[in-house]
């Protein structure tokens, strides 16, 4: 189209000419940009502070195909750094207000909304793209899609991963002054799980201070909160998106604080206690978006080398960035070629099945695990008729089940609680007899 005639002659300069510090493989044409705006697929998940910038900055970047997933709704309050949302929009979803305004303002980009939550997906939606971009401020999700990736890898019998597998994904964060930018390469750099001890544990406050000795306006609002919504609302389930339950939490809140003679509690304050809002910062979110956005760049064309692997902003001081690079778990129950456990060469697949169950790394992840080895299901919880002609191997051997090999090998553990398949590596502590 001739409107878009000279738009991308930036894009150009680094797609077209070579380069001392181009990414392996790269070799400069025109075709690398017909490849991002017609074959490289990326999916956006968040369309909040953070995400609305990305689908900007990536939309800019040349990327022609892009998805956006959201379940929330536009609020007043995220009109002060959500730049593609109005007004008239409040209580709009998120994904679709965003996706529209996008292909408005970018003419030839085309982008698609979900509006839903990412559960609601299966793991073919999220297989379908070249890049996974998130722009989200819960650990549960980002752990949730974490392991999604994750159960994209598939690992060679040696342990050799299957680099076709791979699904790179860029995680950026925003906190107030703070953020971060990584690349995951699930497999290759350190999933999300193997940084998990990255991200500090949530501020809480104890009770015995709720209830006797409040100080401040968050012990007021969480005393309400904690402890006299369960009394003055008995059965009644707290939902921190009713305007009504916060009102009310806010009034309460309010008149604790002046029988202790203290002062500061206000509606956004008690937003933010409760739902554990960190104020965000317009430009922290610019600034982290494009370092994502880069690296989305330079992963899909190799126009230069990524990030190794993780870029930390600090901008209460100045401007200051940081970059480190972490290693990965090489025992992570996400990305590893399997989790290393030991049984005695004796044990029966029903005693491995209960020795998972009871290892604290899996407790939260098993509930009714379904066992193969090498594509033959050992035992499946499912179908019943599997179940039943299943059944008889829980008595036998597993050194057996695994062809009477006294090394090893690797089993692929299935369950309805986990996202992909979690891959255990089993090792005999005894010899096998052969008397």
């Given at each position: 189209m001739?409107?878009l005639q000279?738009r991308?002659?930036d894009?150009?300069r ?9 990414g392996?493989?790269?070799e400069?044409?025109a075709e690398?940009r ?5 074959d490289c697929?990326?999916l956006?998940?968040?369309?909040g502070?953070?995400?609305c910038e ?5 939309a800019?970047?040349g990327?022609g195909?892009i ?7 536009i609020d007043?309050s995220?009109l002060?750094r959500?730049?593609?949302f109005r007004?008239?929009d409040v209580?709009k979803?998120?994904a ?8 408005q303002?970018?003419k030839?980009?085309m982008?698609?909304?979900?509006f839903?939550?990412i559960e609601e997906?299966d793991v073919d939606f ?10 989200l401020?819960s650990?549960e999700?980002r752990?949730?899609i974490n ?7 598939e690992?060679e019998p040696?342990?050799?991963?299957d ?6 994904m ?12 990584r690349?995951?390469?699930p ?10 001890w990255?991200?500090?544990p ?8 709720l209830a006797?000795?409040?100080r401040?306006?968050?012990?007021c ?6 402890i006299q ?6 059965g009644?389930k ?5 305007p009504e339950?916060?009102?009310?939490i ?6 604790r604080?002046?029988?202790f003679?203290i ?8 937003q933010?206690v409760v ?13 982290v978006?494009?370092v994502c956005?880069l690296e989305?760049l330079?992963?899909a064309t190799?126009c ?7 870029m930390?902003y600090v ?7 940081h970059?480190v ?6 025992n992570c ?7 290393p456990?030991e049984?005695?060469c004796?044990?029966?697949l029903q005693e491995?099945i ?7 790394r899996?407790k ?5 695990p379904s066992v193969s080895?090498?594509?033959?299901n050992?035992y499946?919880q499912a179908p019943?008729?599997l179940?039943e002609l299943?059944?008889p ?7 057996s089940?695994?062809?009477g090999n006294?090394?090893g090998?690797?089993l692929?553990?299935?369950d309805?609680?986990?996202?992909g398949?979690l891959r255990v590596r089993?090792?005999?502590?005894k ?5």
């Amino acid at each position: 189209m001739e409107e878009l005639q000279g738009r991308w002659h930036d894009l150009d300069r680094l797609l077209l000419r070579p380069g001392n510090l181009v990414g392996p493989g790269f070799e400069p044409c025109a075709e690398l940009r017909d490849l991002l705006q017609n074959d490289c697929k990326v999916l956006v998940i968040g369309a909040g502070g953070l995400g609305c910038e990305l689908l900007k900055d990536l939309a800019l970047s040349g990327f022609g195909n892009i998805d956006v997933i959201d379940m929330d709704t536009i609020d007043v309050s995220n009109l002060n750094r959500q730049f593609l949302f109005r007004i008239h929009d409040v209580g709009k979803p998120k994904a679709q207000v965003a996706a529209d305004r996008i292909m408005q303002r970018v003419k030839g980009v085309m982008v698609t909304a979900h509006f839903c939550r990412i559960e609601e997906k299966d793991v073919d939606f999220y297989r379908q793209f070249q890049i996974i971009m998130l722009g989200l401020d819960s650990l549960e999700a980002r752990s949730y899609i974490n392991s999604v990736v994750c159960s994209f890898l598939e690992y060679e019998p040696d342990g050799g991963l299957d680099y076709s597998t791979i699904k790179p994904m860029v995680d950026g964060g925003t906190e107030g002054f703070k953020g971060h930018a990584r690349v995951i390469l699930p497999g290759v750099t350190p999933c999300f799980q193997c940084t998990l001890w990255l991200f500090p544990p949530q501020i809480t406050f104890p009770l015995c201070t709720l209830a006797e000795t409040p100080r401040s306006p968050a012990h007021c609002i969480e005393y309400v909160h904690l402890i006299q919504w369960g009394q003055d609302r008995v059965g009644e389930k707290f939902d921190s998106d009713s305007p009504e339950h916060m009102k009310w939490i806010f009034e309460q809140a309010v008149k604790r604080a002046t029988q202790f003679c203290i002062s500061g509690v206000t509606y956004s304050l008690t937003q933010g206690v409760v739902k554990n809002i960190i104020p965000a910062i317009a430009s922290t979110n610019a600034i982290v978006s494009a370092v994502c956005a880069l690296e989305a760049l330079k992963i899909a064309t190799m126009c230069s080398k990524g990030m190794d692997n993780y870029m930390m902003y600090v901008g209460t001081q100045g401007v200051y960035t940081h970059t480190v690079s972490y290693e990965k778990d090489p025992n992570c129950i996400m990305c590893s070629p399997g989790v290393p456990i030991e049984v005695d060469c004796s044990c029966t697949l029903q005693e491995c099945i209960d020795t998972l169950l009871n290892d604290q790394r899996f407790k939260a992840k098993l509930s009714r695990p379904s066992v193969s080895f090498q594509g033959t299901n050992l035992y499946m919880q499912a179908p019943p008729i599997l179940e039943e002609l299943t059944r008889p191997n829980l008595r036998l051997s597993l050194l057996s089940l695994m062809g009477g090999n006294p090394s090893g090998g690797v089993l692929n553990i299935n369950d309805k609680k986990l996202h992909g398949v979690l891959r255990v590596r089993v090792s005999f502590s005894k010899e096998m007899d052969t008397t």
